[in-house]
């Protein structure tokens, strides 16, 4: 089978994508946030909405927060497991390509409508998850 890091480069690498956008978005949303004046740690303003890059940014981030520990904890179980590398490398970076265009909307389009533009790729990214524990409980059974 090879060893892990031969078979499973193309998943390792968006794994590696995954963590360096997360911390893109954690560096956007801390330094816009801290940038305000009388902006307190560790609190965002509540009269904040969509209309500001500062909530957008907080919201961008903390919805990762909230999305990527099923999407990490799905990669390393298909890794573990074994699944088929060619599914496993392909629907994490369906993932990383979903959650990019969903941050790039998030920053750029201030609506409160709901599905938004960054819906459509939120639920992209979701479909790639479930596909992936798909491909893994089947290397499983």
Do not use: C
């Amino acid at each position: 089978m090879g060893n892990l890091q031969e078979v499973y480069t193309t998943a390792l690498w968006g794994i590696a994508a995954l963590i360096a956008l997360w911390l893109v978005q954690w560096f956007v949303a801390s330094l816009t946030k801290a940038s305000r004046p009388g902006a307190v740690p560790g609190k965002i303003d509540d009269s904040l909405s969509h209309e500001s890059f500062v909530f957008r940014a907080h919201r961008t981030f903390m919805n990762s927060l909230e999305n990527l520990p099923a999407m990490f904890a799905t990669a390393f179980l298909a890794v573990l497991v074994g699944a088929d590398p060619f599914w496993t490398g392909l629907l994490i970076w369906v993932f990383v390509a979903a959650r990019v265009v969903h941050m790039m909307l998030y920053y750029a389009i201030a609506t409160e409508r709901n599905p938004s533009p960054r819906s459509y790729f939120f639920m992209i990214g979701l479909a790639a998850n479930l596909g992936l524990l798909g491909v893994t409980v089947a290397a499983l059974i």
